[in-house]
């Protein structure tokens, strides 16, 4: 199938697929008249990848999960080994996440949000705020 047919089936636009194959994460086969042909399994592949990047998977790590997924004698412990590597990455943002939007939620929560121009948000964030409770 050509590219178009390809991008449909796994949900990419042809765009990426063609900087997937750039930096070898895939190889389609050509056809006669030299257009990519991608085969089912190409698609499958491309499915793969689109779903463990929505995961969060870098490029890298779905080179990795591509590895595995093309090895019948994998052991599950590596593919595990992985998937808890990044739940553990997910959990941090979320730690860091969750720590920026209560330092937010102090400075909105503190800001009268009038015509007054002294505001605690501009202050938290020029260290105004730090530095007069350091004093």
């Known amino acids: 199938m050509?590219?178009?047919?390809a991008a449909r089936k796994?949900?990419?636009p042809a765009k990426t697929i063609r900087y997937y194959e750039e930096i070898g994460l895939l190889?389609?086969?050509?056809?006669a008249n030299g257009y990519r042909?991608?085969?089912a399994a190409d698609v499958n592949r491309l499915q793969f990848v689109h779903r463990s990047r929505n995961l969060g998977f870098s490029v890298e790590e779905c080179r990795q999960l591509l590895s595995l997924y093309d090895d019948k004698q994998r052991a599950s412990a590596e593919?595990?080994?992985?998937a808890e590597a990044k739940l553990d990455d997910i959990d941090r943002k979320l730690a860091e996440l969750?720590?920026?939007r209560e330092a937010l939620r102090h400075l909105v929560d503190h800001c009268h949000g009038?015509?007054?121009p002294d505001?605690?948000?501009i202050d938290g964030l020029s260290g105004a705020v730090a530095a007069c409770k350091a004093h």
């Open 119 to 121: 505001c605690p948000i």
């Open 79 to 82: 593919v595990k080994a992985i």
């Open 10 to 12: 796994s949900g990419l």
């Open 37 to 39: 042909d991608y085969s």
């Open 27 to 31: 190889k389609a086969d050509r056809a």
């Open 2 to 5: 050509n590219i178009g047919s």
């Open 98 to 100: 969750t720590s920026l």
């Open 114 to 116: 009038d015509n007054r």
